[in-house]
């Protein structure tokens, strides 16, 4: 029993990073040009539901894969409203996990955006809630 607790940990450490991106990668050090703008999406580091992915969605548009401790980074407009939602990804550990079922967002969580920089979102897995931060440093 101990040898499959170590397993699901090192699992989770091991995977908890892990991102799969399905939109080009904005480059966060270019200018933005006008009318467009960054979103980057973050999903700070938890042990709950660590090896748990979830499929990120700004509209209909699947953006990517994020785990514990991952990032999204996108360019998208400026003009209009940025909304996300969430939808779980399954897998055969669902029932090991202490999230076996997130909640998928039924209405997507939507917010204005700025244009010309980086707007920072933190996604709240065990809650399957998003939230922009204001005057971030990278």
């Given at each position: ?28 050090t ?87 920089i ?21």
């Amino acid at each position: 029993m101990l040898n499959i607790l170590i397993s699901l940990i090192l699992i989770a450490v091991i995977s908890g990073c892990s991102v799969t991106q399905y939109v080009p990668v904005a480059n966060t050090t270019d200018t933005i040009p006008e009318g467009k703008a960054i979103v980057q999406l973050r999903r700070p580091s938890t042990m709950v539901g660590a090896i748990r992915g979830a499929d990120i969605y700004d509209g209909e548009l699947l953006i990517g894969d994020v785990k514990s401790g991952g990032k999204l980074t996108w360019k998208r407009d400026a003009n209009r409203l940025l909304c996300l939602s969430v939808h779980q990804i399954d897998d055969t550990l669902a029932s090991y996990t202490l999230l076996g079922a997130l909640i998928e967002s039924k209405h997507p969580h939507c917010f204005e955006i700025k244009e010309g920089i980086i707007n920072l979102v933190e996604f709240d897995y065990p809650n399957g809630t998003f939230k922009v931060v204001e005057n971030f440093s990278e």
